[in-house]
């Protein structure tokens, strides 16, 4: 009988849990409430631990551990950690993130920085030369006296003794990268030699990201041993190959070797368990890694291409798209000559050449190196005061400019070009102030002899002058008009997340005495149907769409209100009436009829909707 995971087995008088993990089932030793905090500080808190997060953690416990509450107690563990609390760890331009390509063959791109001075240890090495596979992960960290091109070039050889000679090497422009040692090793190795652009190291951010992790991690341990931190690098990096990746889905460790490596937690649990590592042999076990390593790999570009995926949404949310042509003068953000943690806007210089979407090549007359090549995120716009002051005025001076539209970034750079072409051809249609109607006008309906007046609502005088201001505002756009009315529906001031206030009327007295409009509302699931073979999908919200609608004469005495600064009613249609959606949705549809093929409201909302993008663009 085969059982449902997780389940429950008993090995020599050992309680299991048995939980299938991916493609692998592992059998988790149950550990009594003595043994759990042993457990805990071999995981994390051990050198071999590397002191790393809550996740990488429970990666690591979970593979051989189980018992009641192991989630929250490696939580509650990692989150009190002195070390950690200890050595816990700025706005500006952010175009859209580029994904690099997916490399696929270990060690056929490989990262490199250095990183240091750190505290010179008793062997006199202040130094850490950074090497990372793009496939795998695997990280290497060597200790360094100096970083002399020499240097650099005889440890690189050393790794490519081990892992083989890469295709390509990514790095940024330091000195001793772009030197003539280094230079001429690539040369004979036929290794293709990237750079970053300067001053953007995110562009090699797998390094970058890994530096910081192990400065992190050795911060928790110079603190104990500041002199042989290079006698602890190993250790260091035995914790960060042995879990697994978010990108990838697998340790470093398993995807180099094809096996998951044996540790200092298996030591525990085979110390418990009295047990020791079956017998392979050397046929067998190649064969194994083999199987397993060709296994995996189709799951890693999987988990790669959803990781980027990821970081590609998050970080393009507060992004946008930006671009400039050759002559255009920029500003540039560089270090000063002071210290290179201090960086100010220079220039303007000129855009000589776009090399990317996201880099170009800058003229830059009187520094060293005349032209240089920036990413778009230390670029700005120079606006010359001269030129817009001297240029005469040869374009319609009401000319609206082009209307700030949030465009997806699912998008390709031909189509935004294409939507913004768009909107600059038809400005006329974008404004902050509401149109007007004439298809439908709003009607309250009661029955005679019915009159609502109830007494205002007291405002506080803090509030007395924004309720000023807004009364101001919607006399100056007609919404409505001072009045003599005998009916009076109190206002209400709602607030508004930002702090400010939402002028709105209560109603209700009101609605209770109108007649119901009947009018069909559409139903969501039925516009959801109709989107459902669309490839293309833009959404329009209308300005203040109800303000579009006028009152009837009857209806506007009907909507009177009382401030204090006098009594006025409304002309076109407000808020809170229960017969307004009704209203609003039957000119939307009388407006859309000839359109209902692809386009759809649902209130002040329309949608068109397209199975291509030329159609939908026309």
Known sequence: MRLAFPHMAQRKDLLYQVVRQGEDVVEQLLVPQPYRKLVLDLAHGHVLGGHLGVEKTKERICRRFFWPGLHADIKNYCESCPECQQSAPVPHFRSPLVPLPIIEVPFERVGMDLVGPVVKSARGHQYILVIMDYATRYPEAIPLRNTSAKTIAKELVQVFSRVGIPKEILTDQGTLFMSKVTKELCRLFK??????????????????????????????????????????????????????????????????????????????????????????????????????????????REHMEQAQEAQ??????????????????????????????????????????????????????????????????????????????????TSNPMARPTPEVPIADTLSVAQRNEVKEFLRGNTDFFSEIPGLTTVVHHDIVVEPGVLINVKPYRIPEARREAVSAEIGKMLALGIIEESHSDWSSPIVLVPKPDGSIRFCNDFRKLNAVSRFDAYPMPRVDELIDQLGTARYITTLDLTKGYWQIPLTNRAREKTAFSTPDGSFQYTRMP???????????????????????????????????????QTHLV
């Open 191 to 300: 290794i293709s030699h990237l750079r970053t652009s300067v001053y953007h190291p995110q562009t090699d951010g797998l390094v970058e990201r890994f530096n910081k992790t192990l400065k992190n991690m050795l911060k928790k341990v110079v603190d104990r041993d500041g002199r042989n931190w290079d006698f602890l690098l190993p250790y260091l990096m035995f914790a960060i190959r042995e879990v697994p990746q978010a990108s990838t889905g697998y340790s470093p460790f398993e995807l180099v070797y094809g096996r998951h490596p044996r540790g200092l937690l298996d030591i525990a649990k085979e110390t418990w368990e009295g047990q020791t590592t079956p017998f392979k042999t050397v046929i067998e076990h190649v064969s194994m890694m083999q199987d397993r390593i060709a296994a995996v790999m189709p799951l890693v």
């Open 312 to 393: 590609r949404r998050v970080y393009n949310r507060g992004a946008k798209m930006r671009s400039f042509n050759p002559g255009d003068k920029v500003l540039v953000l560089v270090p000063t000559a002071e210290s290179k943690f201090l960086a100010k806007w220079q220039g303007p210089y000129e855009i000589v050449e776009k090399k990317s979407e996201v880099n170009y090549k800058v003229l830059q007359p009187g520094r060293r190196k005349t032209e240089q090549i920036y990413q778009i995120n230390l670029l700005k716009l120079w606006k010359d005061r001269e030129a817009l002051l001297s240029t005469p005025a």
């Open 575 to 613: 808020f809170g009436l229960h017969g307004a959606p009704a209203s609003f949705q039957r000119l939307m549809d009388r407006l859309l009829k000839a359109h209902r093929r692809y386009a759809a409201a649902y209130l002040d909302d329309v949608v068109i909707h397209s199975p291509d993008w």
